[in-house]
C-alpha cells in the first residue's frame, strides 16, 4: 500500500501534536512545572466574584445585584467572595489561592474580541493580529520547546481551534477535547481496531525508489503513530482522585489533568469556560456560572494533589475584562474594564493589591491599579522562563510566589 498525497494531508490536519523536528525523540519525563490558563471567556463580573462588602458605594451602584452579600465568603480585606464559590474560598483562605484585585491596563477597550486578543498577545498597543501575531503562552512554549530540543510543550483543552494566547513562531500546539484523539493513532488495539484504515495505511506505507518526499511522509506518518501510541499508554496510566462534576467544564479540566499526569511534558495548558457576558437577569446565571467554575476547579486541584503533583501545577483563572460598576436596568451589567484574577497553586495565599475605588471610577468602570503583564511575568518566572524574552519589557511582579 502506498500513501497518496491526499491521504498524508488527512492524516496530517488529524495530528495536530506533531511537531515539525525532532518530534519522535522527545517525550520528557514530565516533571517539570506545570501553568494552566482557565478563561472565563464573555468578560466576567468581577465586582459580584470578588464582593467589596465594606464599601458602601458598591450597593448603591447594584441596588439589585447586591444582593449576593448574603451568604458571601469573607476575605481578610473588606471584601468576599460570591456565594457559589465555596470549595475556592476555602482554597484561598488554606493558603493555596490567591486573589489580585484591579487587574487589566491603561487603555481597556469594550470589545470581546480586542480584548482578548490583548490579554492573548500580551499586548495593549496591538492593531491586529496578522498571520505572524504570537501569544504569551504560545512564544513561552516556544523557549520551553527549545531549552528541552524538540517537542510539544502546550496544548489547548476543550476547544476546536487553538487560541491566539498558544499561537507560537515554532511550536504549534494541538486542540483536544476527548483522550480518544490521541487513541485513534495507537498501533495497539483501540476504539476502531488493530486494522483500522488509517493504521493500515500507516503501517504498509512505501516510496517508491528516490521518491524522497513519498519517503519522507511514510517515515514521518509510522513515527506520529509509534509517539500516539506512547502516549496513549501514558495516558492510560491515570486514575481520577477525584470526584468530577458531570460539566463540560469539568470534563475538560479532567483531561488537563490526565496530561499532569500522564508524565510526557506538556507544561503549558489552556482551557476556555464561556457564558459570561452577562447584561440581562444576571444573578441566577452568573451564580450557576460560578458554581460550574467551582465543582470542575476544586475537583482538579484535589486530583492533581492526590497524585502528588499539586506543587509543579500552578492556574490562573482571568477574563478578558469585568463589567461595569453599575448596574444597567435589564438586572445585569454591561462591558468593563479591570477585574480581579485568580492563582491557585503553590502561591503566596490571600489577596494581592489595591481594592478597587468605587468613588473614583474610569469612565464608569473600575481602573486597573495592576498591570495584567505582572501576573503574567509571575507565572512566566514560576514556570522557569524569563518573563521579559515573552512580554517584551520587564514588570513589576505582583509576588505571587515564594521562590523564584
Known sequence: MTIDRRSFLQFCSALPFVAPRDFVTWVPGGDDRVLLVLELVGGNDGLNTVIPVDDARYAALRPRLSVVRAGAHTLDDGTALHPALARLHRGVRDGRGAVVHGVGHDTPDRSHFRSRDIWHSADPTLPRVEARTTGWLGRAADRLAAAAGAGVPSAAIGGLEVPLVLRGEHVTAPSLRRV?????????????????????????????DGDDVRAFAASTARAAVDLAGRLE????????????????????????????????????????????DTHARQLPTHAGLLATLDGALDAFLQDLDAHGHGDRLAVL??????????????HGTDHGAAAPVFAFGPVRGGTHGTLPDLTRLGDGDVVATTDFRSVYADLLSWLGVEPSDVLGAAFAPVGLFADR
Open 233 to 276: 499508554q501514558a495516558l492510560g496510566r491515570y486514575r481520577p482522585h477525584a470526584d468530577y462534576p458531570t460539566t463540560a467544564l469539568a470534563r475538560d479540566l479532567q483531561l488537563a489533568a490526565r496530561l499532569c499526569v500522564a508524565g510526557f511534558g506538556t507544561r503549558v495548558l489552556h482551557v476556555a469556560f464561556g457564558g459570561f
Open 317 to 330: 483563572v482571568h477574563s478578558e475584562f469585568g463589567r461595569r460598576a453599575a448596574e444597567n436596568a435589564s
Open 180 to 208: 480518544e484523539d490521541f487513541q485513534w493513532l495507537s498501533t495497539a488495539a483501540g476504539p476502531f481496531g488493530a486494522t483500522s484504515p488509517t493504521r493500515e495505511l500507516v503501517a504498509g506505507g512505501t516510496a517508491r
